[in-house]
C-alpha cells in the first residue's frame, strides 16, 4: 500500500507545485489548506487552521499519515520578513511535528529558506553549503532557523525521521505580482516601462516547477537534516530581467539602474547543490530559462495581455 502524506499549505505558493510531484513519487496524498479546498482532485482535501492546535491535532488523528510535509507559513509578500505571524507559525508547526511523532509519523520535511544563513560568512562568491554558519538576519530566518533546530531534537528524541529543505530564489504560478519576475513581466506585457536597480547582485533562480519535484525527491528520501533545494545556478538579477525583456520582444523597456538598490545587499547568493544531486539523486535540469519565458507566456494568457496590450502570441519569444 502507498504511504499516506499529509502536505500543509498545499493551496501556497510552494505548496501547489508539490502535489504532481508527491503523486508521482506514489503516496497517497492528503492536503490542507486553512481556505476553502478546491474541488476534489487526485488527493484528499481537508480544511484546517494550522495555528489552533487543537484542530491541527484533530487533523493528524483523523488523516494518520506516516510523512509529513510541513510547507505552511506566514509568507505575505512586503511584510513576512518581520511580522509578528513568524513567532505564532515557529510555535504551530512544532506543536504539529511532535504532536504528528506521538502518532506514529514516520518523517517529516520541514521547508526551510536560505535566510537562515549568515549573510557574511567567508568567500560569499562560492556556492553556499549546507554546513555555512547560520546566522539570520530577519525574524522570519530566526524563526526558520529555530524550527529547523527544534525538529532536529525532535528527530533525536523520536523514532522520526526529519529532513529540513533550505530554498534559494523562487518564481512561478502564483507568485505575488510585486515581486521581480512578474512584475517585470507584467509591465513588459503592458508595454511599459520596467524600472529596476542595477541587477548586479547574483542569485540562485529556479520555478517552483522544479523546486516541487526536488522536494517531492526529498520526502521520498531517508536523507536527514539540512538540504539546499536549488537550481545552484548563479545568475546575475540583470540576466534574469534581460530574458524576460528579449522573451517579450521589448528589451528597451527593461531600465536597469533606474532605481537604487537596497543597502547591504548581499553580493551572491548561489546554492551548494551537492547533497540534493548525490544523496537525494535528484538530477533534473532547471532550466531556469525556459522557465523564465514558460512564466511570461502563462502571466500574458492568464490576465488577458496578450493581444490586448497589443503583443501577439507570435511576437512572445518562448
Not at 189 to 217: K, N, Q
Not at 267 to 278: H, I, K, Q, S
Request: glycine share 12%; hydrophobic share 45%; proline share 8%.
Amino acid at each position: 500500500m502507498p504511504e499516506r502524506l499529509l502536505l500543509t499549505g498545499a493551496s501556497g505558493f510552494v505548496g501547489r507545485a508539490l502535489v504532481a510531484p508527491l503523486l508521482a513519487q506514489g503516496f497517497e496524498l492528503h492536503a490542507v489548506s486553512h481556505r476553502a479546498p478546491p474541488p476534489a482532485t487526485a488527493i484528499r482535501w481537508h480544511r484546517a487552521d494550522l495555528l489552533d492546535e487543537v484542530a491541527a491535532r484533530a487533523l493528524l488523528r483523523d488523516v494518520r499519515p506516516a510523512v509529513l510535509v510541513h510547507a505552511a507559513w506566514y509568507v505575505e509578500h512586503g511584510r513576512f520578513w518581520t511580522a509578528p505571524e513568524n513567532a505564532a507559525w515557529l510555535a504551530a508547526s512544532e506543536a504539529l511535528a511532535a504532536d504528528f511523532a506521538e502518532l506514529g509519523g514516520r518523517r517529516i520535511l520541514g521547508i526551510g529558506s536560505c535566510a537562515e544563513y549568515a549573510d557574511a560568512a567567508g568567500e560569499d562568491a562560492l556556492p553556499w553549503p549546507e554546513s555555512r554558519p547560520i546566522g539570520p538576519g530577519t525574524p522570519y530566518g530566526r524563526a526558520k532557523a529555530e524550527l529547523a533546530e527544534r525538529l532536529a531534537h525532535l528527530g533525536e528524541r523520536r523514532p522520526v525521521s526529519v529532513a529540513w529543505a533550505r530554498l534559494f530564489h523562487l518564481f512561478g504560478e502564483g507568485e505575488p505580482q510585486g515581486k521581480l519576475v512578474p512584475s517585470v513581466a507584467l509591465a513588459l506585457l503592458a508595454g511599459r516601462e520596467a524600472p529596476c536597480a542595477s541587477g548586479r547582485p547574483v542569485r540562485d533562480f529556479a520555478a517552483t516547477r522544479f523546486i516541487g519535484g526536488a522536494l517531492a525527491a526529498v520526502a521520498a528520501s531517508g536523507v536527514t537534516g539540512p538540504v539546499n533545494v536549488a537550481s545552484g545556478e548563479g545568475r546575475t538579477i540583470a540576466e534574469v530581467v534581460r530574458i524576460l525583456g528579449e522573451a517579450a520582444g521589448r528589451p528597451g523597456l527593461v531600465r536597469l539602474g533606474a532605481l537604487p538598490d537596497r543597502p547591504g545587499e548581499v553580493p551572491c547568493m548561489v546554492a551548494d547543490v551537492t547533497r540534493l544531486r548525490r544523496q537525494i539523486g535528484f538530477t533534473a535540469a532547471p532550466g531556469v530559462e525556459a522557465d523564465l519565458r514558460a512564466m511570461l507566456r502563462h502571466l500574458g494568457e492568464n490576465r488577458g495581455m496578450v493581444g490586448a496590450a497589443g503583443i501577439e502570441p507570435a511576437t512572445l519569444r518562448v
